[in-house]
């Protein structure tokens, strides 16, 4: 009868465990992810790179098209040197639309810009790299180069 107990807390034990990965698994939900609108994302993801707010940002992409560590990562490298005049835009290019930031560092131009897709009803943002260069056309002048998404 002991051993019936011992089999029975091994199960409970395992179905725990496979629940727990689950749950880890699903907790970035589709309704956690990016925004209702593009403007909102626009706003969101202003609001979390001017806060350097890495999990707030890494929020904002579609699932698995950035790792974990994505947004900080880029984060680090963005505000790694003084950087001015930092904005981020919505900009429509060859029919798709794009999140933009662009800032200055001493005397370079910095630009990033993350394809905005819907998924599940909601705006996200790739970090698939564009296949236009969304920052060489849409600039007006100067050269353009600098931190890439």
């Given at each position: 009868m002991s051993w019936l107990w011992v089999v029975c807390a091994l199960v409970a034990l395992w179905l725990t465990v496979i629940c727990f990965f689950i749950?880890?698994?699903?907790?970035?939900?589709?309704?956690d992810r990016g925004a209702r609108s593009v403007g909102a994302l626009e706003t969101a993801a202003t609001?979390?790179?001017?806060?350097?707010d890495a999990a707030a940002f890494q929020r904002l992409f579609e699932p698995g098209s950035v790792g974990p560590r994505y947004a900080s990562q880029y984060?680090?490298?963005?505000?790694?040197?003084?950087?001015?005049?930092?904005?981020?835009?919505?900009?429509?290019?060859?029919?798709?639309?794009?999140?933009?930031?662009?800032?200055?560092?001493?005397n370079r131009t910095v630009c990033s810009a993350w394809t905005i897709q819907r998924y599940d009803a909601r705006s996200v943002l790739s970090a698939v790299p564009p296949l236009a260069d969304v920052c060489g056309a849409t600039a007006s002048?100067?050269?353009?180069?600098g931190v890439t998404a």
């Open positions: 749950y880890e698994g699903s907790s970035a939900a589709p309704a609001a979390a790179v001017r806060a350097r984060l680090a490298r963005l505000f790694a040197r003084p950087i001015t005049g930092l904005r981020l835009t919505t900009e429509p290019y060859q029919d798709l639309r794009y999140l933009v930031l662009r800032g200055e560092q001493g002048a100067g050269d353009v180069r």
